[in-house]
C-alpha cells in the first residue's frame, strides 16, 4: 500500500478490496495447499502454501507497511522468527544479546552456542561499555536487541547501536513484540531487521500462536525468504487470516492498553503497600528519556514490587480476580504473572538477582477492559 497512509489506516485497509473475482471487501482466506499451473514449466503466481499464499502476503505487506521495511516473513511462531533469523547466520556467527532477553530466545541461541553452531554473548547492553568497548572486543556478526526488556521494561537506544554496529559490519535485529509497530519502528531507527512474536500486541486475541520478521535489507529478505521455505516455518494462512483480522484494531487497542497502563501505574505509584513500580513513562524509571525519544508511546506493560514478600504478594494474585495469572501478554485482556517463578522460572536466583527480579515483582499486562474497573480490582486486592 501506498506510503502516505498513517499506520491506523495501513492496518485497517490491509488486502482491503483486492478480490478482482467477487469484489469482496475482506480478503477470501485461502486454505488450500498448493496451486495450479498454467502449463508445464509455467506456474502462476503462487505454487505450493508453505512457500508463500496470498492470505499470508496480504498480513507481510501489512507489517512491511508499518515497520518502514522492503518485505518479510510471516512464520508459526515467535520462536519460529528467532529461528528463521538464527538460520541466516554463516556457522560459528558471533551474536550478542541482551542478559535479560525473552526465555525462549535465552534457550535456543544458548544452546546453539553449546552445540558450537554459533558463538553467543549475554551481555547487559544498558551498561556504559557496552557502546564503547564490548562491541569492539566481540566483533559481532549480529547484535540481538529486545528493547523495552522483560518486566522491568528497560530500554536500550536502537539508534547508537545500530550506528556503532555499522562499523563492525554487524546485523541488527530487534525483538519489537513489547510495544508492536504502532509505538516503536525499529527500522526506522536503522535496524536491519525486526522481529515480533504476532501472538502478542499484533493479533491483540490471545488465539493465535504466529510471528513475524521484517527486513529493509534485499540480501537479507532473500536468505529469509529461502530458509522459510527451507524450513518450513512459515505460518498457516488460518493463523495469518485471523492475525490480520487483529492488525485492523492495533492502533486504538495500544491507545486503551495505555491508558489502562497509565491509570494502573498511578493507582501503585501513590500506594503505601507498593515498592518500586517500572513503567517507562514514569519520569524516574531510568529509560524515560531512551524511551520518550525512540517509542511513540510507553506501551501497556508494567511491573512491580509489593513491600510485604511473597505471602502478601500470593494473596494479592489470588484477590485480584479480574486479572487471571497467567504469562503471555499484549491480548485484550488484563493478565498478571509472576515473574520470578514464571517468565523467568528457569534461571537461577543469583541470575534473577543480576537483572533485578524478585520474589516480590508483579507483572501486569494492562488489558482493554473499562479503567475504572480495573483500578477497582487493584484496589480492593491491596487491601
Ligand atoms: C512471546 C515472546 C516471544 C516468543 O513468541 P511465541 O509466539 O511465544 O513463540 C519472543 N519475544 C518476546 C519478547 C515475547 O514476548
Known amino acids: ?99 535479560d532477553c525473552y526465555g525462549g530466545t535465552f534457550r535456543l541461541f544458548s544452546t546453539l552456542a553449546k552445540k558450537g553452531i554459533l558463538e553467543v554473548y549475554f551481555v547487559n547492553q544498558g551498561h556504559d561499555s557496552f557502546l564503547k568497548e564490548t562491541i569492539n572486543e566481540i566483533n ?95 505460518g498457516s494462512p488460518f493463523d495469518s487470516y485471523l492475525t490480520l483480522r487483529g492488525l485492523r484494531t492495533l492502533g486504538i487497542r495500544m491507545q486503551q492498553h495505555e491508558k489502562n497502563a497509565v491509570a494502573i501505574v498511578e493507582l501503585l505509584s501513590n500506594h503505601p503497600k507498593v515498592g518500586n513500580v517500572y513503567y517507562p513513562g514514569l519520569s524516574d524509571h531510568p529509560s524515560h528519556s531512551i524511551a520518550k525519544k525512540q517509542q511513540s508511546g510507553f506501551g501497556g506493560m508494567l511491573s512491580f514490587e509489593l513491600n510485604n514478600g511473597l505471602s502478601e504478594v500470593e494473596s494479592f494474585i489470588k484477590a485480584v480476580n479480574i486479572l487471571p495469572l497467567a504469562a503471555s501478554l499484549g491480548g485484550f485482556e488484563s493478565l498478571i504473572s509472576h515473574p520470578y517463578t514464571m517468565t ?26 473499562n479503567t475504572d474497573d480495573l483500578l477497582d480490582a487493584i484496589k480492593n486486592a491491596l487491601k
Open 1 to 99: 500500500m501506498s506510503k502516505k497512509f498513517k499506520k491506523e489506516t495501513i492496518a485497517s485497509k490491509a488486502g482491503v478490496g483486492t478480490d478482482k473475482q467477487h469484489g469482496a471487501i475482506i480478503p477470501p482466506l485461502y486454505l488450500t495447499s498448493n496451486f495450479e499451473y498454467d502449463k508445464i514449466g509455467e506456474k502462476q503466481e503462487y505454487e505450493y502454501t508453505r512457500q508463500s499464499n496470498p492470505t499470508r502476503d496480504h498480513l507481510i505487506a501489512a507489517l512491511t507497511d508499518l515497520e518502514g521495511g522492503l518485505g518479510g516473513e510471516i512464520l508459526s511462531s515467535g520462536m519460529a522468527a528467532i529461528t528463521l533469523v538464527a538460520n541466516i547466520l554463516q556457522l560459528k556467527s558471533r551474536v550478542i544479546l541482551p542478559h
Open 140 to 234: 559481532p556478526d549480529l547484535i540481538w536487541v529486545e528493547t523495552p526488556s522483560n518486566p522491568l521494561l528497560q530500554a536500550v537506544d536502537i539508534q547508537k547501536i545500530s550506528e556503532q554496529a555499522k562499523k563492525y559490519n554487524s546485523l541488527v535485529a530487534v525483538d519489537n513484540t513489547f510495544l508492536s509497530p504502532s509505538l516503536q519502528n525499529p527500522l526506522k531507527l536503522g535496524a536491519d531487521i525486526v522481529m515480533h512474536s504476532t501472538t502478542k500486541y499484533i493479533n491483540g486475541h490471545s488465539d493465535v500462536i504466529g510471528g513475524a520478521v521484517i527486513t529493509n535489507n534485499p540480501e537479507v529478505l532473500s536468505e529469509l525468504k529461502f530458509w522459510s521455505n527451507a524450513l518450513g516455518i512459515t
Open 344 to 369: 523467568h522460572g528457569d534461571l537461577t536466583s543469583n541470575q534473577k538477582k543480576e537483572i533485578g527480579i524478585s520474589e516480590n515483582l508483579i507483572r501486569i499486562s494492562a488489558g482493554i477492559e
